[in-house]
């Protein structure tokens, strides 16, 4: 079965196309872009409802693409078996919700302007145990699926791999941008919450 997943031929089409998208979106949150569509007249908000509408079209046709390329089941619990994974997806959409409690959704979308001081750095709500907390609810919703086809299961796969690689060029730009983040990100775990006992382990005995 695993030679079956690696080797299905729509596979190459979805990753291509999920780098792609990658490297559009994390070219596009680059400094230097940002700063050459502020020398074009972009404010802040302009250029992140920009940002926020282009990654919502690729997204669309990428998973328009991974609809009309040939597909093929692969798994499909029921009962008893599907349980733990609903399970775990309630808990990333959970992870997902609150982590939108932790900010302004209307700056982070582009509907408002962006503060003065520039892109906000928050260390409140979910942000306080996981520096990505959306991403990780996110992989959970779309890995935990009781049901996958060849496809999905290439675009599941495809997307947590941006999230994670992303996430780099991500931290990259919050360390240029706030000198606080270099604590922060020894202090909290990226994707998977640290233990009580692993939490004892870094700060060392009391």
Known sequence: MLHDVLTYPSALYI???????GLSHSLLATQVVRQQAARLGFTASAYRLFYSLLAT??????????????????????????VPLFAMQTIGIGIILLSFRAFDAAIFLGLKDMPASGEPFVEQGMYRYLRHPMYSGFMLLLLASPMHSMNSLHLSLAISAYFIIGSLFEERRMLACHPAYSAYRHRVPA????TPF?????????
């Open 198 to 206: 692993c939490r004892r382990k870094i700060k060392g005995p009391q």
């Open 191 to 194: 994707f998977i919450p640290s």
């Open 15 to 21: 990753w291509g196309a999920g780098l792609l998208f």
């Open 57 to 82: 079209l690729l997204t669309g046709l990428w998973l328009w693409m991974v609809h009309t390329l040939p597909d093929a089941p692969l798994y499909a619990l029921e009962g008893i078996a599907a």
